[in-house]
T-cell receptor, first 112, second 113 residues
């Protein structure tokens, strides 16, 4: 069964450092998303991406965040200068035109 | 704007008992509704979805959910739970099939042996 793959599964970084979270969406999907889940809280939408551009972003997705689809298979989330409050599980998701989003296993980001 | 309410933070049922997890949504038009399950340390797995048509939808692992427009609800049910069903369950709503998904806060299901 096709799946969304995220790497790394766990990332520890120092405050102020840049991190890049990587995702390989399901190959025929056209819509890509990033969500995050702070420990013990609900899953929150960050950004959606379609046709090589951001289609929607939440207020969480400020100038410190960026997304990119550098090639035909990867979808990345960059946090330019991490803060302690960026510690969370980050989920990548993808969907095709007629289906719900399929989520990856997540990357747990710990900012120290 | 869409919103989702899951009124039960924790639910405990005995193995073999029936289960119903509640979900209420707020959205002006016909919503797209989802249930996801998250096992500890794991990602989000889609259990089932409702886009249109039959209001009773079947999902994986023996789960089903019923869309009731008059009650703005999309409750998840299972006739007989198994110990492996212990997990956190999230109800979610979207405005379109490919729109962002708004999640509820989740219901943690505990299973008694």
């Amino acid at each position: 069964e096709p799946e969304v793959t995220q790497t790394p599964s766990h990332q520890v970084t120092q405050m102020g450092q840049e991190v890049i979270l990587r995702c390989v969406p399901i190959s025929n999907h056209l819509y890509f998303y990033w969500y995050r889940q702070i420990l013990g809280q609900k899953v929150e939408f960050l950004v959606s991406f379609y046709n090589n551009e951001i289609s929607e972003k939440s207020e969480i997705f400020d100038d410190q965040f960026s997304v990119e689809r550098p090639d035909g298979s990867n979808f990345t989330l960059k946090i330019r200068s991490t803060k302690l409050e960026d510690s969370a599980m980050y989920f990548c998701a993808s969907s095709e035109a007629t289906a719900a989003a399929f989520f990856g296993q997540g990357t747990r980001l710990t900012v120290v | 704007a869409q919103s989702v309410t899951q009124p039960d933070i924790h639910i405990t049922v005995s193995e073999g008992a029936s289960l119903e997890l509640r979900c209420n949504y707020s959205y002006g038009a016909t919503p797209y509704l989802f249930w996801y399950v998250q096992s500890p340390g794991q990602g989000l797995q889609l259990l089932l979805k409702y886009f249109s048509g039959d209001t009773l939808v079947q999902g994986i692992k023996g789960f089903e959910a019923e869309f009731k427009r008059s009650q703005s609800s999309f409750n998840l049910r299972k006739p007989s739970v198994h110990w492996s069903d212990a997990a956190e369950y999230f109800c979610a709503v979207g405005a379109n099939r490919d729109d962002k998904i708004i999640f509820g806060k989740g219901t943690r299901l505990h299973i008694l042996p």
